[in-house]
């Protein structure tokens, strides 16, 4: 499982494409990427503020590369 170091300032996510949640948990960071239109949601991170647990639907295009930039960072370990 992979979650974001607890050293890591949070908001540091929003760099990255995230913003707080409204809809699912407002105690979570989510980015969702769309297939073809706005009501398609179901590629998804979501990163719990407490636990720090990254949740994905899978990977793919943009979810990749969002990943990678997160390891490349250094935001992200393995637990």
Do not use: H
């Not at 300032?9 to 809809?23: P, Q, R």
């Not at 699912?24 to 998804?44: G, R």
């Not at 639907?57 to 590369?65: F, H, I, S, W, Y």
């Amino acid at each position: 499982m992979l979650k974001i170091k607890d050293s890591v300032d949070l908001e540091k996510l929003k760099e990255f494409g995230f913003v707080t949640s409204l809809t699912y948990n407002p105690l979570s960071y989510v980015k969702k990427v769309y297939l073809n239109n706005e009501n398609d949601d179901k590629n998804f991170y979501r990163i719990s503020k407490s636990s720090r647990k990254i949740e994905l639907t899978r990977l793919d295009g943009e979810l990749d590369d969002t990943l990678f930039d997160l390891i490349q960072a250094g935001l992200v370990e393995k637990v």
